[in-house]
């Protein structure tokens, strides 16, 4: 999963709890992404980063928020989870610059009952 | 924003056989398009991709055909195996660093 790690890989949390992602990378690309994927939608974008403390908004971010102190490390953060939020969720990373191909981590499946 | 559209959602052959997945885009800016390959349990790899200056991209038994004037690509898998069971995305994004917009998936099953 070039060098992409994410933690945990499985939670089960209530809802109302804050739920906090981790995404590790080791190839010092610049671009990290969170998506979901859920049935029927395929993979969407949450937010992405650019680079340390530079992040922006992708197509369904209410609800989340993101926070990138180190190149290495991309956090999603799930301030009150809600049942709409049970999804899987991939990191992925991109060197940017003039490649654009993105590499998916192994995911993390989030159940809030 | 764009729009990605991949037909069929289903798709079973017979081990040997050819399958072919299709995909449609709405934005004519998007000029990079990837195709992934994800299996159960697993994070989305990708297999093959194409850029809009070339119609056409070869990788042993995968091939990718873009046609930008018709907003639409095509992944073609020939001589398929049953490990080529899995589920397929496209996706198509405008230039690099920026998000990728996915289709929803083609659940390829190989019949032995």
């Known amino acids: 999963d070039a060098g992409i790690t994410q933690s945990p890989r499985h939670k089960v949390t209530e809802t109302g709890t804050p739920v906090t992602l981790r995404c590790h990378q080791t190839?010092?690309?610049?671009?990290m992404y969170w998506y979901r994927q859920d049935p029927g939608h395929g993979l969407r974008l949450i937010h992405y980063?650019?680079?340390?403390?530079?992040?922006d908004k992708g197509e369904v971010s209410d609800g989340y928020s993101v926070s990138r102190s180190k190149t290495e490390d991309f956090l999603l953060t799930l301030e009150s989870a809600t049942s709409s939020q049970t999804s899987v969720y991939f990191c992925?990373?991109?060197?940017?610059?003039?490649?654009?191909?993105?590499?998916f981590g192994p995911g993390t499946r989030l159940l809030v009952l | 924003g764009e729009n990605v559209e991949q037909h069929p959602s289903t798709l079973s052959v017979q081990e040997g056989d050819s399958a072919v997945i299709k995909c449609t885009y709405s934005?004519?800016?998007?000029?990079?398009f990837p195709w992934y390959k994800q299996e159960l349990g697993k994070g989305p790899q990708l297999i093959i991709d194409?850029?809009?200056?070339?119609g056409e991209k070869k990788d042993q038994r995968i091939a990718v055909t873009l046609n930008k004037t018709a907003k639409h690509f095509s992944l073609h898998i020939t001589e398929t195996q049953p490990e080529d069971s899995a589920v397929y995305f496209c996706?198509?994004?405008?230039?690099?660093?920026?998000?990728?917009?996915f289709g929803t998936g083609t659940s390829l099953t190989v019949i032995p």
């Open positions: 992925a990373i991109s060197p940017g610059l003039s490649i654009e191909t993105q590499y």
């Open positions: 190839e010092n690309h610049r671009y």
């Open positions: 980063s650019y680079g340390v403390k530079d992040t």
């Open positions: 934005d004519s800016a998007s000029n990079y």
């Open positions: 194409i850029r809009s200056n070339v």
């Open positions: 996706a198509a994004s405008k230039m690099a660093g920026n998000q990728f917009y």
